[in-house]
C-alpha cells in the first residue's frame, strides 16, 4: 500500500501544460527526489502536493485519503521552503513551535516538542535568537526543525540545500538523509543538483517538460539511463553515432572505424543508436592495447581525478582516471583506449517524445 | 490561494469611497462650475452656463501675464535644479560612505518642513534687512531689493524643488553600474567624455522626469509666491486664491484651477510616454 | 568610483548651506531678544517661545494640527493597507486604474485640490466640520502611506505566508500573525510619512479650513502675510522641532533614506 500517490496529475496554465499525466507512489518511510533542469515542472509538481496550487486534472492521494482538492492549511504536510520562509519576527523556539501553536497544544508540551526537535537539528543552543542572527545553514536548520516538529506524514523539501554554499551544501546533504532515517519520515524533495539527489535519495525521477520521463534508483539512473537526455544531465558521457548490425540478446553496433558489442537488447537491425560511455568507465592503456588509439589533446586537474580530452578516430573522447598516485598522462601523448562491455549504454539516437513514465 | 473575484473591490472599497466623493465628484461639480455664469451682485447662477470664465482666461492681459510669469518662472526655477541638482546628486553618489547618507538626508530632508516656514526662512534672509543684504552691506556693497520681487519667489521655489530633482537623479545613478565609468576610463576615455557619453545618457531619464516634477509644482505654488511675492507678484495659483476668497468669483476660480490642473496633465503625461517610448528601448 | 576633486566639494558645501540656510535662520532667529527679526548677538531670549505659548490663536491651531494629522494618517492607513493588498496580491481589470487614482493626490496641485473641495463643502455643509477636513487630508496623505505599504507587499517573500498556512494558520491567522507583522515597518513609515505630510499641509488646507478648524502651518500663513515678527520665527523654530522629532521616528522604524529615496 503505497502512502503518498499521484495519480495522472496534471497542471495546465492556460494552455501551457506545466505538468503532464503525473504517475508517481511514494512508500511509508521513501527518501524520492524529483530531478529536472529549472521549468521541468518539478517545483509545480510539489505545490500542487503541497496545496499552493490547484490540480488540472487527477488527483492526490495520502494515506488512503484524497487530498486533491483539500485546502494547504488543512493536509497537515511539513514544508521546508527553498527561501526557508521562517518568521523574521519571531525567534527560532517560536518560528519552531508555530505549527503545534495552530493545533492548539499545550504551552508546556509545545516547549518539550520544540526542545526535541531542535536538539534532533543541533540548534539548541540557539533558540531565542532570531533569524537574521542566523547564518544560512542554521536557518536552513530551523526550517527543518519547524517542519518535522509536527510529525507530518510527509515532508516536503523544495531545493532546501540550494541556497548553501558548496562546503556546506556537502555536508548538510548527508544530516538530511541521517535525520530522515531517523525519523522515518516520508520526504519528497524537489533539486536540480543530480549530485544532491543521487546521494541521498532511495529513488529519483528525473523530469523533463512536465514528464516525469525515468523512476528509478539512483544507480539504475545513472548507468542505464533511458534517453540521451538523461544520460546527460544526471552525469557526463561520451555520446558515440553509430548504426546496428546485428540485434538479439546483445546488440553489435558500427561506430565507424571500430564494431563493438553492447549488452543492451531490444535494437532492430540498421537502427540508428547512440552508445553511451560514461569517462570514468573508461581506461587508459599503452597504445595498441585498447580498442582504438587516441592522443592526449587537454589534461586539466580536479584534485581527485584527472580529465583528459583524447581525440581518436570516433572522435574527442572526455576520460577520467583516478588521481591514485601514478603520473598523470602528458599532452600529446599516444594512449590505447580501453572500455569493460557490460559499462556501455545504447540509446535511441532521436529523443523521443517526451511522455511520463509508469513508476519502475 | 484562489479567492472570490471580488475581494480586491472589497479590499479597496474604502478607499475608492474617500477617493470617489472626495476626488472624482468634488473635481466633477467644480468642472461644471467653471461653466457657470456669474453675476458680482447676485453670485453663481446655478442653472446658467457660458464658456466667458475660459474665454476671460484665455484673452484678457491680466491673466495671460500671470500665465506667462508662472510658466517663466517654473522654467527658470526647473533650468536651476537641474543646473544644481544633478551634479550635486552626482557628487553625493561619489562620496564615501558616512557623509554620503548624512549629506543626502541633509539635501532631503527639508522636503518634510512646511513650506511656510521655508517660504518665511527666505524672507527673513532676502529681506530688505534680512541676512544677505546684511551680508552685502558689510562687504560696502549697497542692499539689493529681492524680496517682493521674482528673485525671491524663484530662490525659494528652487530651494523647495531642489529635493525634487536630486531624487530621480539619485536613483538613475544608483541604477548604474559602477564599474561602467571605470570601462571607460581603462579604454583611454578622459573624466569628462565619460560624463559625457556615458553617465549622463543613462542619467537623463532621472533628469527629465525631475525636471517635471519641478515645473508642475512650481507652475502650482501657492504659499511662496504668496508670501514672497507679495500683493503685486501673482502666480496662478495666488489668482485663483483671490478670486475665490476675496473677489467670491468661484466659476472664474474654477475655470483658472482647471486650465492649471489640465495644463498640469497633459504636460506630465505625453512628455512622460515620449521619454519613455525613447528610452525603454535603450535601457529595457 | 572616483573621488570628488575641490570644486565638486565646493559646490557640495554651497549647495549644503543653500538648504539649510532657510532653516537655520529661523530656528536661530527664534530666539532673538529684540522686537525685530534679527540675529540674537548678545543672549538668547526665549521671550518669542514664552509669546508663542501665550497667544491663545497659535495653541489652538497646533492641536488642531496635531489631531488632525493623528486623525488622518491613521485613517490614511487603514485605507491603504487593504488596498495595498488588493493592488499587489490580485490581478483584476481596473488594477491600474485604480493604483493611478489612489496616487494622483500627488500629481494634482493642491490648489486645485482645495479649490473642488470647498466647492464640495459648500454643498455639503462640510465648511467648518473637523470630520470632512480630516477626510480631505486623508485623501491628501493616502499616496504617501499606500505607496510604502505597497513597496513593503512587493518586497514580500510569499513563502512566509505559504509556511504558515502549510503549518496550519488560517488565512485571518497567517493575515494577523505573519504578513502584518512582518509589513509593519512599511505601515508604520507610511503612517509617520502621512503624518508629517499633513501636519505641513497648506495651499489645500487654507481653502477648506474655517475659523474654528485653522490648522497651524494656515495661521502662520495668514500672519505672516499681515505681520513679519519674531513671533513667527519662534513658531516656525516649533515647526521644525515637530517635524525633526517625527523625523526622528520614521528613521528608526524605517530609515529616512529609505523614504525619501526608496533603497
Redesign the interface.
Known amino acids: 500500500m503505497s502512502f503518498l500517490q499521484l495519480s495522472n496529475v496534471t497542471k495546465f496554465y492556460g494552455s501551457t501544460c506545466a505538468v503532464s499525466d503525473m504517475n508517481l507512489t511514494v512508500e511509508k518511510g521513501e527518501f524520492v527526489s524529483l530531478l529536472g533542469p529549472s521549468g521541468c515542472g518539478k517545483t509545480t509538481t510539489l505545490q500542487m502536493v503541497?496545496?499552493?496550487e490547484?490540480v488540472s486534472s487527477g488527483s492526490v492521494e495520502l494515506d488512503g485519503r484524497d487530498i486533491t482538492h483539500a485546502k494547504?492549511?488543512?493536509?497537515?504536510?511539513?514544508?521546508v521552503?527553498?527561501?526557508y520562509?521562517?518568521?523574521?519576527?519571531m525567534t527560532v523556539a517560536d518560528n519552531v513551535s508555530?505549527?503545534l501553536e495552530?493545533?492548539k497544544m499545550p504551552k508546556a508540551e509545545r516547549s518539550e516538542r520544540v526542545k526535541q526537535a531542535l536538539a534532533l537539528v543541533h540548534l539548541e543552543a540557539l533558540a531565542e535568537r532570531y533569524p537574521r542572527e542566523l547564518s544560512g545553514g542554521q536557518r536552513q536548520r530551523v526550517a527543518l526543525a519547524?517542519a518535522l516538529v509536527?510529525e507530518p506524514p510527509v515532508l516536503l523539501l523544495d531545493e532546501p540545500l540550494s541556497n548553501l554554499d558548496a562546503k556546506l551544501r556537502e555536508e548538510m546533504q548527508f544530516e538530511l538523509r541521517k535525520i530522515q532515517r531517523k525519523v522515518g519520515t516520508t520526504t519528497v524533495m524537489v533539486t536540480h543538483d543530480q549530485s544532491e539527489a543521487m546521494s541521498i535519495s532511495d529513488r529519483v525521477v528525473v523530469m523533463e517538460g512536465g514528464c516525469a520521463t525515468q523512476i528509478d534508483n539512483p544507480h539504475s539512473v545513472y548507468e542505464h539511463p533511458r534517453t540521451r537526455s538523461i544520460s546527460t544531465f544526471v552525469g557526463k558521457a561520451n555520446l558515440l553515432t553509430g548504426h546496428v548490425v546485428a540485434g538479439g540478446a546483445k546488440t553489435r553496433v558500427n561506430l565507424g572505424s571500430i564494431e563493438v558489442d553492447v549488452d543492451d537488447a531490444g535494437f532492430r537491425h540498421g537502427t540508428l543508436v547512440l552508445l553511451s560511455v560514461r569517462p570514468e568507465k573508461l581506461q587508459l592503456r599503452e597504445a595498441g592495447q585498447g580498442r582504438l588509439d587516441g592522443m592526449v589533446r587537454e589534461r586539466f586537474f580536479l584534485g581527485s581525478q584527472w580529465l583528459y580530452t583524447v581525440n581518436t578516430a570516433l572522435g574527442e573522447l572526455s576520460v577520467l582516471s583516478p588521481n591514485d598516485g601514478r603520473p598523470a598522462l602528458d599532452e600529446g601523448h599516444l594512449a590505447g583506449i580501453d572500455w569493460p562491455t557490460h559499462c556501455t549504454r545504447l540509446l535511441p539516437a532521436d529523443e523521443p517524445a517526451l511522455h511520463s513514465v509508469e513508476p519502475a | 490561494m484562489s479567492a472570490s473575484k471580488a475581494t480586491p473591490w472589497w479590499l479597496s472599497g474604502p478607499a475608492l469611497v474617500l477617493f470617489t466623493a472626495l476626488l472624482l465628484v468634488p473635481l466633477l461639480l467644480t468642472t461644471v462650475l467653471s461653466f457657470n455664469a456669474y453675476d458680482p451682485a447676485t453670485g453663481v447662477k446655478a442653472g446658467e452656463f457660458t464658456l466667458e470664465h475660459y474665454a476671460h482666461v484665455f484673452t484678457d492681459d491680466y491673466y495671460y501675464g500671470i500665465f506667462w510669469r508662472t510658466f517663466w518662472i517654473s522654467g527658470l526655477v526647473t533650468l536651476i535644479c537641474v543646473a544644481v541638482g544633478a551634479p550635486e546628486a552626482y557628487i553625493l553618489s561619489r562620496m564615501g560612505k558616512p557623509w554620503r547618507s548624512i549629506l543626502l538626508l541633509v539635501v532631503l530632508a527639508p522636503l518634510l518642513v512646511s513650506v511656510v516656514v521655508r517660504a518665511f526662512g527666505w524672507s527673513m534672509l532676502l529681506g530688505p534687512e534680512g541676512l544677505v543684504n546684511s551680508g552685502l552691506k558689510l562687504v560696502g556693497l549697497r542692499p539689493v531689493r529681492m524680496l517682493y520681487t521674482e528673485v525671491a519667489v524663484v530662490v525659494a521655489l528652487a530651494h523647495v524643488m531642489l529635493p525634487f530633482m536630486v531624487i530621480p537623479v539619485w536613483t538613475s545613478l544608483q541604477k548604474l553600474d559602477p564599474g561602467v565609468e571605470n570601462a571607460a576610463l581603462s579604454l583611454r576615455a578622459s573624466p569628462f567624455t565619460t560624463l559625457r557619453r556615458i553617465v549622463l545618457p543613462q542619467v537623463l531619464p532621472g533628469i527629465l522626469s525631475g525636471s517635471l516634477i519641478v515645473f508642475g509644482l512650481s507652475a502650482s505654488a501657492f504659499a511662496i509666491p504668496g508670501l514672497l511675492g507679495g500683493r503685486r507678484l501673482k502666480m496662478v495659483a495666488t489668482v485663483v486664491y483671490d478670486e475665490y476668497l476675496h473677489e467670491l468669483n468661484w466659476p472664474l476660480g474654477a475655470a483658472i484651477a482647471l486650465t492649471l490642473l489640465v495644463a498640469n496633465l497633459v504636460v506630465m503625461l505625453s512628455y512622460n510616454r515620449l521619454v519613455e517610448g525613447r528610452y525603454k528601448k535603450s535601457l529595457g | 568610483m572616483r573621488k570628488n576633486g575641490p570644486l565638486a566639494l565646493l559646490f557640495n558645501a554651497l549647495v549644503i548651506a543653500f538648504m539649510l540656510a532657510p532653516l537655520l535662520v529661523v530656528c536661530v532667529v527664534a530666539f532673538t531678544p529684540e522686537n525685530t527679526l534679527t540675529l540674537p548677538t548678545t543672549e538668547f531670549s526665549l521671550r518669542w517661545f514664552e509669546a508663542v505659548f501665550a497667544h491663545p490663536d497659535f495653541i489652538q491651531s497646533f492641536w488642531n494640527s496635531l489631531w488632525l494629522a493623528l486623525a488622518s494618517a491613521t485613517l490614511a492607513t487603514l485605507l491603504a493597507v487593504p488596498a495595498g493588498m488588493a493592488i499587489t496580491r490580485y490581478t483584476f481589470p481596473g488594477r491600474g486604474f485604480l493604483n493611478g487614482l489612489f496616487l494622483s493626490p500627488l500629481i494634482i496641485p493642491h490648489l486645485v485640490l482645495g479649490v473642488a473641495l470647498l466647492r464640495l463643502f459648500a454643498l455639503v455643509g462640510g465648511t467648518g466640520s473637523f470630520g470632512w477636513l480630516v477626510l480631505a487630508h486623508a485623501l491628501i496623505v493616502t499616496p504617501y502611506t499606500l505607496r510604502l505599504v505597497v513597496a513593503a507587499l512587493v518586497g514580500f517573500d510569499r513563502s512566509a505566508e505559504q509556511a504558515a498556512l502549510s503549518l496550519g494558520a488560517s488565512q485571518t491567522q497567517m493575515f494577523t500573525r505573519i504578513t502584518l507583522p512582518m509589513i509593519l515597518p512599511g505601515v508604520t513609515g507610511g503612517w509617520l510619512l502621512a503624518f508629517i505630510n499633513s501636519f505641513d499641509e497648506v495651499t489645500m488646507s487654507i481653502f477648506v479650513t474655517s475659523p474654528s478648524t485653522v490648522t497651524l502651518p494656515v495661521r502662520m500663513y495668514m500672519y505672516a502675510t499681515e505681520s513679519i515678527d519674531p513671533l513667527m520665527a519662534a513658531v516656525s523654530a516649533l515647526m521644525v522641532a515637530v517635524t525633526a522629532f517625527a523625523m526622528i521616528i520614521l528613521d528608526r522604524v524605517y530609515g529616512l533614506d529609505r523614504v525619501l529615496v526608496g533603497r
Open positions: 503541497a496545496g499552493f490547484a494547504a492549511n488543512t493536509r497537515g504536510l511539513g514544508i521552503f527553498q527561501t520562509a521562517l518568521f523574521p519576527h508555530f505549527g495552530m493545533r519547524r509536527i
